[in-house]
């Protein structure tokens, strides 16, 4: 045990996640949040408020002992229900089985959780309305500012952990140190609107639920209240687009074309449009993740993605259980540990933000497209079929808790292996599965020395 200190920039769920960690490896754990206690000033709009909670971000809350009063406050989401532009639901299961679920969770409520949680440590001390400026290198003096007191103060520790988000002053300071990032925004932009409970009475329970569109799409997420949190992705520029669309009429003329179910709750959406924040979405890539034995990037500050597969937190609260794990193979020795962390880390965090991007393009491409619904039908016959060889990569990335990179490169065989089962075909009466059954052969055989590269033991 340990009895250093460390400073945690950011209170988020990785900044939290961190602080619970560190306190109960004997550090005396200061965290420095820049905005106000969201448990008595609720933080709405602009930001997801509702996130999908999924295998790593579980095993990372069972972890710190707060999965259950996480997931008291969630939705268990088994399904996806996609609206199509005719106003009919097209339902996909999400996992293989009713059992393999995920969580729909409100951030302030896990947020909440985690800050009671890491507030009840008698060695965490949490100060909101303070902002992190700058770090002095060679002393790793942190210059923080205290908005309530208006003054600014000069804190010390053996580590700083930059948990600030993908905007992190922490990274700014690495850069300065030598570190190289991008932050690549993409051409779609964000909106947060909320379906009211009244509306919601006929939609199906504990689903995702999408309106894909091509260029542009909604994402409802369920919140406990029966309400839906949903997401408006949108060009930045161009006809359609967050800069065209300015007017009222102009916002209810795209729900009466494209969101035909959506026009009963037209006036709480288009208020909503015009009271909340448009807010970017991009990756950020890059390194070295740390500095010396000193200061280490985690979460979003080291490898913000897009949210369209729901991996961001999850990513960033995996990295919190591997830092828990390097430092209990390293008896703290943060020199090595921090080098580990990168090496280990960085390889999936690229991954995820491949997947996340390929995602994109796909939901974009070609959810509405009858040929890709059929690939997905294929793809849960096989799963029946070979339980131990055949995991889809949605079910890899959402349920699994294998490396990201793994599930990526099981994307690239299952890019080849799908269209060739499925040319020619379009329904799974007509397909024939003793030639299936020649091409799974072959494609075991590549997982299998995928698996092995990769130290994954799970079937899949
Ligand atoms: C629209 C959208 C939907 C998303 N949906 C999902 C989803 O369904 N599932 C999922 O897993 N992920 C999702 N994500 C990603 C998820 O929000 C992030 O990955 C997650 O919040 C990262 O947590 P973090 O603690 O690293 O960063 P943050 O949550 O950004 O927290 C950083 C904290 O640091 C504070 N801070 C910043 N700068 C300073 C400073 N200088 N001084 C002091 N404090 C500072 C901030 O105020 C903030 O509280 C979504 C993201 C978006 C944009």
Redesign the pocket.
Known sequence: MSTRSAIV???????TTLAIILARRGYRVAV????PDIRRHRVHGG??I?????AR?VRALEHIGALVDVTVRGVPIRSRAIHTPNGKVVSQPLGRTLNEHVWAVD?NALNAVLLDRAERLPNVQIHFD????DVVLASNDVR?SRRAEGKEDIVHADVILG???????VREVLVRAGSSFTLDKISHG?K?LTLPATFTTDYMPEAFHSWPRESFMIFG?PNPDGSMTL?LFLPNEGDLSFARLTGKEAVRGLIADCFPDLVPATSALVADYFSNPI?A?GTVKGGPWYHRDKILL????AH??V?FF???????LEDCVVLDELLARHSDNWGKVMGDFYESRRPNTDAVAELAMYNYEEIQARVNDAAFRFKRQVEFELMRRYPDRYLSMHVLVMFKQVPYNFARDCLVRQSQLLPTICAGVSDLDSLNWQRVDGLMAHYSNDIDALKVAHGVSTPC
């Open positions: 920039i950011g209170a988020g769920p990785t900044g420095f949040e820049k905005r930001r997801s509702n996130l999908a909670l999924m971000g951030r303070c902002q992190l400026h923080v948990a600030d988000g993908v905007a992190s002053t964000y947060e997420n997401t807010g979405l985690v979460g979003d500050a913000a993605i949210p729901g991996q961001g937190m999850n990513a960033s």
